[in-house]
T-cell receptor
Framework: EPEVTQTPSHQVTQMGQEVILRCVPISNHLYFYWYRQILGQKVEFLVSFYNNEISEKSEIFDDQFSVERPDGSNFTLKIRSTKLEDSAMYFC?????????????FGPGTRLTVL | KNEVEQSPQNLTAQEGEFITINCSYSVGISALHWLQQHPGGGIVSLFMLSSGKKKHGRLIATINIQEKHSSLHITASHPRDSAVYICAVSPPYTDKLIFGTGTRLQVFP
């Protein structure tokens, strides 16, 4: 069964460093999302991406964050200068239709630890 | 106040029991989602519904749009059902999901 994959599963970085989290969505999906979950808290929406551009972003998704679909298969989240509070589990998701119309398929997550 | 509230926060049950998890929301929605988060962190979509009731195996999800309330039922619960169950809503004209804090379910043999 097709699935969303994410790499790495765990990333440890120093504060101030740039990180890139990678996702491979399901191949025929058109909508892509990033969410994060700080330990012990609820999942929070970061950004949605459709037709090679951001369709929506939350207040969390500030200038330190960017997303890209560089090659038609990968979908990346970049954090330019990590802060301690960026430590969280980051989930990528994809869907055939928009969130209004269809369910989302989630990847296994990347645990980001900022020291 | 959270836009999506779930109850209970924690739930323990004996194998075979009927389980109900509740979700109330305070915003307008186009759809409501139930998801399952496993102990390792992975999230699986269970249901997306905008009206009525859906059933998949031992899982049943219902929604009452007028009352802004949804329930997830598990019949004949099993230890492998132990997980966090999360309610999330899609507001109209948006792609984002707003998540509840989840209900941690433990089913004992």
């Amino acid at each position: 069964e097709p699935e969303v994959t994410q790499t790495p599963s765990h990333q440890v970085t120093q504060m101030g460093q740039e990180v890139i989290l990678r996702c491979v969505p399901i191949s025929n999906h058109l909508y892509f999302y990033w969410y994060r979950q700080i330990l012990g808290q609820k999942v929070e929406f970061l950004v949605s991406f459709y037709n090679n551009e951001i369709s929506e972003k939350s207040e969390i998704f500030d200038d330190q964050f960017s997303v890209e679909r560089p090659d038609g298969s990968n979908f990346t989240l970049k954090i330019r200068s990590t802060k301690l509070e960026d430590s969280a589990m980051y989930f990528c998701a994809s869907s055939v239709e928009s969130a209004l119309q269809g369910g989302q398929f989630f990847g296994p997550g990347t645990r980001l630890t900022v020291l | 106040k959270n836009e999506v509230e779930q109850s209970p926060q924690n739930l323990t049950a004996q194998e075979g029991e009927f389980i109900t998890i509740n979700c109330s929301y305070s915003v307008g929605i186009s759809a409501l989602h139930w998801l399952q988060q496993h102990p390792g962190g992975g999230i699986v979509s269970l249901f997306m519904l905008s009206s009525g009731k859906k059933k998949h195996g031992r899982l049943i999800a219902t929604i009452n749009i007028q009352e802004k309330h949804s329930s997830l039922h598990i019949t004949a619960s099993h230890p492998r059902d132990s997980a966090v169950y999360i309610c999330a809503v899609s507001p109209p004209y948006t792609d984002k999901l707003i998540f509840g804090t989840g209900t941690r379910l433990q089913v004992f043999p």
